[in-house]
């Protein structure tokens, strides 16, 4: 009997010795399919979310991912982000090798915890966990799989099927456990509904995908939420730092954000006084805006604030008052609160900023948001003002903040709202020169460049306008679009107002502008605005083409020639429409000289698929057209 138990127990450490050592994830194991065009494959995933009251729930992650080749590299590290309300409770992974077979597995001492200091904040208790499980052989497979324990509801998290159009999925799972009272509300996108099931006393929503192969994303194409396959969820009822609230409607999501601000408006008596003062000589509603705008600007600097419930919470206003800084709410808070004071109703607005950001998504009530301005409702016209900024105009919203939606946050609850648009005839760059060539094929040009609406942020141009002579010289340098060129001399000029303009003047000498050729000159005259994109070719465009930003360019360059030539070849006007927009270049030779004179004008908006030839097409012509050259002919 002992021989036998002996035996037995043999056994059974062979096949847990076994069992331990088989391979996991071969690449053999991949269907060649799934591996074409691909610099990864998930082998399988999981993202389980589960609730437990309305201020505690779970998140378990796991995910297996075999690396193709170096393009998918960065998908051999991971990183976990934690907080005081957000807990990490475990971190494992393991990497294997092509036949599945364990090669590493990552230990504790490995796993790098520090502060996720993102160089802006001056308070923060978020955190992150990191992991790097790369290989230097191709392929080989990493595992991850990490646990959250979440102390408030007001976030569940959303479902993209893939985020990388170069990585297939052999098998993902979403699952969401739920108490019946707190069943989350979710929206789906090319997705089907759940499978439904209870286990113990919660109900299951419960999605699997095989086999995904992802579809290409297309250049000027729609945001990615219109064209991933994806699951947005959003709590009813939650609990974050004991403020009770709901997220069923904008209305009542706006009730817990008053809730989170009340009695946040308090200002010192001095500051009182002041402001009365500053603003008492002051004939208008906007006047007096503009002055305590101009105040803050003046007192007040943008630090991150990232403490527990501090990332939706602003400080006090007092607080701002008395040390000068505050983050987006913060100060957003302070402003609504000393427009009070002077008797003007404003509101604080919550919105999702940056530029080509997602939309927001006005039928889905959730958290959708990362930056909070001030607006100013009035009768005929609303002020909008963003408070982070001690140089931007006053009332412009521009690329960061402008053209979308946005919560107001009134004492009755929550209201969509629309930010300023900035339309064509607003964004406008205008440009007018004098270039004075001479018989070398030499030139020097006095040229004037005026940026307003969204244009005056050009790269980066509201910025560089308070930056110091060499960051401005660079900035022309880098954005004169002229082959060769010395700057002779140069001045910016910034008109702060709703609708901003930016004038940069330069006086440029052009060494080899013309190419001269025996008694031949030949010369391009478009002086530096000269478009050379050619959106790549399609076979068969399956997303709609989206063009994301309005504007005008304006060119009116005057060519002063040496005595002497004559033209021997003047390109023809060129006139492109389409409904992209209008395209205009003409050549005129008056009194010796070449005026040339070239309009573009690009419409916003959303257009079909197979109007994708016609975009290629409409820009094709004007690269050609741009690119034009005239030949002058020396009469000696």
């Not at 065009?37 to 995910?63: D, K, P």
């Not at 324990?149 to 052999?170: A, G, R």
């Not at 957003?332 to 927001?360: D, F, T, W």
């Not at 140069?490 to 190419?515: C, G, H, Q, W, Y």
Request: overall charge neutral; charged content about 25%.
């Amino acid at each position: 009997m002992k021989k036998i138990s002996l035996v037995l127990a043999g056994m059974l450490l062979y096949m847990t010795a076994a069992a331990k050592d088989s391979p996991k994830y071969p690449v053999s194991a991949i269907p060649e399919d799934m591996k074409t065009g691909m610099y990864a494959v998930i082998r399988e995933q999981e993202l389980r979310f589960e609730i437990n009251s309305v201020s505690n729930a779970s998140t378990h992650f796991h995910v297996a991912i075999t690396i193709l080749n170096a393009n998918a590299k960065s998908y051999a590290s991971k990183v976990i982000w934690y907080d005081k309300f957000n807990v990490a409770k475990s971190f494992k992974g393991t990497a294997y090798d092509a036949f599945g077979n364990v090669i590493r597995k990552l230990k504790q001492s490995e796993i790098y915890d520090q502060s996720a200091f993102d160089g802006s904040s001056l308070f923060s208790d978020d955190r992150l966990k990191k992991a790097d499980l790369s290989q230097g052989i191709y392929p080989y497979t990493v595992e991850f799989e990490y646990e959250i324990e979440h102390k408030t509801l007001f976030f569940v998290p959303d479902f993209d099927l893939y985020e990388d159009d170069e990585i297939s999925i052999q098998k993902s799972v979403f699952t969401i456990i739920y108490p019946a009272p707190l069943k989350p509300r979710y929206k789906l996108f090319k997705i089907q509904e759940p499978k439904t099931f209870a286990v113990d006393s919660k109900d299951v929503l419960e999605w699997t995908f095989e086999n995904i192969k992802p579809e290409k994303f297309e250049k000027t194409g729609p945001d990615l939420a219109r064209v991933v396959p994806n699951i947005a969820v959003a709590p009813t009822a939650f609990e974050f730092d004991n403020y009770a609230g709901k997220m069923d409607s904008w209305e009542n999501f706006g009730k817990w954000i008053v809730d989170l601000n009340k009695d946040r408006d308090i200002l010192p008596e001095q500051t009182k006084r002041r402001l009365q003062e500053i603003t008492k000589n002051a004939k208008t509603t906007e006047e007096k805006v503009r002055i305590v705008y101009e105040y803050l600007q003046s007192k007040t600097r943008y630090v991150g604030i990232q403490l527990g419930i501090g990332g939706y919470q602003p400080f006090e206003a007092s607080v701002v008052d008395q040390t000068g800084y505050g983050d987006c709410k913060a100060l957003s808070n302070y402003m609504v609160a000393m427009l009070k004071e002077i008797g003007i109703k404003a509101n604080y607005i919550l919105i999702r900023a940056g530029r080509n950001q997602p939309a927001m998504d006005i039928a889905f009530p959730s958290s959708q948001f990362n930056h909070a301005v001030v607006a100013v409702p009035s009768a005929t016209d609303t002020l909008w003002l963003e408070c982070t900024s001690q140089t931007n105009p006053f009332g412009y919203m521009g690329s960061f903040t402008g053209d979308r939606y946005a919560l107001m946050i009134t004492e009755n609850g929550g209201k969509v709202v629309k930010t300023p648009r900035y339309p064509a005839d607003v964004n406008i760059q205008s440009r007018t020169a004098d270039v004075f060539v001479e018989q070398t094929g030499d030139a020097k040009a006095k040229v004037k460049t005026t940026f307003s609406g969204l244009q005056y942020e050009n790269d980066n141009l509201q910025f560089v306008l308070n930056q110091q002579y060499d960051d401005q010289k660079k900035w022309v340098q880098e954005n004169t679009g002229i082959p060769a060129f010395d700057i002779i001399n140069f001045n910016m000029t910034n008109k702060k107002s709703k609708i901003p303009s930016a004038v940069v003047n330069t006086e440029l000498d052009l060494k080899r502008f013309a190419t001269v050729s025996g008694k031949r000159i030949f010369l391009v005259p478009n002086l530096m605005n000269r478009s050379s994109y050619i959106p790549e070719k399609l076979d068969a465009r399956k997303t709609n083409v989206v063009l994301r930003t309005a504007y005008t360019d304006l060119d009116t360059i005057r060519y002063h020639l040496p005595e002497g030539i004559y033209p021997e070849f003047l390109p023809e006007p060129a006139v492109i429409k389409s409904r992209f927009g209008e395209y205009e270049a003409s050549y005129k030779i008056d009194q010796g000289n070449l005026l040339y004179v070239r309009r573009l004008r690009m419409n916003k908006g959303e257009y079909p698929a197979d109007s994708y030839k016609e975009l290629t097409d409409f820009y094709r012509n004007i690269s050609k057209a741009d690119n034009a050259k005239m030949v002058f002919m020396s009469k000696t």
